[in-house]
């Protein structure tokens, strides 16, 4: 095999088939992939590290398995590659930021280990927003990425180099992580599936914290049967992560066929209104359509404290942020700041030359938030808010299976546009955060295009712990669209 073409295509079963028959070696396939990626990563920007000795270890493991005719695993020589908040053990991890650019992490994120314990192949290390915050990728410390549907656009954020690298064909499924939609928003725009599962599904134990109640580990893939598999592989209870779910993991990828007929799908007012692209409003709503035709049921429901969600996502994200980073004072690890003459400015200088504007907007706004005097009017009263939040999906799925929504209010947008409007970059996340706030899971699958050729993603969001549910849906969308 040596069309780009057809390494971009190939498929988690597809690849684990071919290996298996001997049609090509794992170790052949690694490298096709790193010629996909040399072609095309300098226009996109997608990779901050490559890790080609770890990968060449691993695919000639499986070779190992093929050749001696014994059971190949579930991700058996699969290409993937990681979003830059994972730590990864003796590969640079930098999340981002000039504070880690050169941390050798001494042990393995959780779901990288299980992973690769899978059979996965790691081809490196992905582009993100510095401590994954942003929603275009434009605050990598190192460069932007770039859309593979369109260069001169972002890819979303923050892990915009995780959905390239799947839109572009240099990764059959990648991790991102997911603090208020950086896993759905960038599908969306890339054009690809994100899948953020339920807070606690996914062990965060490895990933670099942001907001620690906010963050998720979840999949990119071309299609939901590859998301569920990789999903399936990641999930369950893990003793390094205490806030991690001793909950049973269904086999996603057998509950996708069930029919989803009788099924309820709710569509809230909330979700459609100003602001709503309307090339965007009619790709979801055809979509919605599309789901009543498969026989679904369309309910209407309301989330009415979703008007408040902005607000109270940016006090949490920014107060949790606030707390997390304060490790990074240039003692222990990461950047020190040289020319320091006392232990005030060698904290000051250090924090200064190693983090972004964005981070430093961050960190101010939520030790603000946290400050004596501030704290009950901004982080207490948002944690009630985020209660409220929280009960009117409560409420919804009383009534529902499902919830529809758009992933995002418009299609991808240009480089350097919002960058310098920090509020309108943050409302492009105005239809994510609530399933953050409220650790629901969610999943973005493409549901169209617009005019200029730009993806439009459909959200659906599911119960706690229900993905299957919300799986099995999406994957009857998109056999159905397809």
Same mark, same amino acid.
């Given at each position: ?238 003793p390094m992560d205490s806030t991690s779910a001793d909950v049973p993991v269904p086999d996603y990828v057998a509950e996708l066929e069930k029919p989803v007929k009788g099924l309820r799908v709710g569509v809230a007012k909330e979700y459609f ?107 207490? =009263? ?5 209660? /409220? !939040?929280? #009960?009117? $999906? +409560? &409420? %919804? ?6 919830? *529809? ?47 200029? =050729? ?5 959200? /659906? !969001?599911? #119960?706690? $712990? +229900? &993905? %299957? ?6 994957? *009857? ?6």
């Open positions: 095999m040596t069309a780009a073409t057809e390494v971009a295509s190939l498929t988690i079963d597809g690849v684990r088939n071919a290996i298996t028959e001997r049609r090509f070696t794992a170790s052949a396939l690694a490298e096709e992939f790193y010629a996909q990626i040399k072609r095309e990563d300098p226009e996109i920007g997608a990779f901050l590290t490559l890790s080609k000795e770890r990968a060449a270890a691993k695919a000639a493991e499986i070779d190992k398995l093929a050749d001696a005719g014994k059971p190949l695993p579930p991700l058996a020589g699969v290409p993937v590659a990681i979003k830059d908040v994972m730590v990864t053990r003796g590969v640079r991890t930098t999340a981002g930021s000039k504070i880690l650019e050169n941390f050798l992490p001494p042990y393995d994120c959780t779901a990288v280990a299980r992973m690769e314990a899978a059979g996965a192949v790691m081809l490196g290390k992905l582009n993100c927003d510095e401590f994954a915050m942003g929603s275009s990728t434009e605050n990598s410390a190192y460069h932007p990425v770039r859309n593979p549907r369109d260069k001169s656009r972002v890819p979303g954020g923050s892990s915009g180099g995780s959905a390239a690298a799947v839109a572009a064909g240099m990764a059959v499924a990648t991790l991102g992580s997911d603090t208020g939609g950086s896993i759905r928003q960038p599908a969306s725009f890339c054009g690809v599936v994100g899948l953020k599962p339920t807070y606690g599904r996914v062990s965060r134990y490895g990933l670099i914290a942001f907001a620690s109640s906010l963050d998720h580990i979840g999949p990119f893939a071309r299609t939901v049967k590859e998301a569920a598999l990789v999903l399936r592989t990641i999930a369950g209870r893990d209104g100003a602001g709503l692209d309307p090339e965007v409003r009619a790709a979801v709503e055809a979509a919605i359509q599309k789901l009543a035709e498969l026989g679904c049921a369309v309910v209407p429901v309301s989330l009415p404290h979703t008007e408040y969600a902005i607000p109270t996502y940016y006090i949490v994200a920014t107060a949790e942020a606030s707390s997390n980073l304060a490790r990074y004072d240039g003692v222990r690890y990461g950047f020190r700041a040289r020319g320091a003459r006392t232990l005030s400015d060698m904290y000051r200088l250090s924090r200064d030359g190693g983090f972004g504007m964005e981070v430093k907007r961050r960190i101010m706004l939520g030790t603000y938030a946290l400050s004596a005097g501030y704290y009950d009017a901004y982080y207490l =009263k948002a944690q009630k808010v985020r209660t /409220l !939040l929280t #009960r009117d $999906f +409560d &409420e %919804a799925f009383r009534k529902v299976d499902v919830i *529809a929504a758009p992933t995002c209010p418009t299609p991808a947008f240009r480089l350097g546009e919002k960058v310098n409007d920090p509020l309108a970059m943050y409302l492009a996340d105005i239809y994510t955060v609530t399933a953050n706030l409220a650790g629901i899971p969610g999943i973005s699958v493409p549901c169209g295009e617009n005019h200029e =050729k730009l993806p439009i993603g459909l959200q /659906l !969001l599911g #119960r706690h $712990f +229900d &993905e %299957a549910t919300m799986l099995r849906v999406a994957h *009857a969308y998109e056999q159905a669209r397809n």
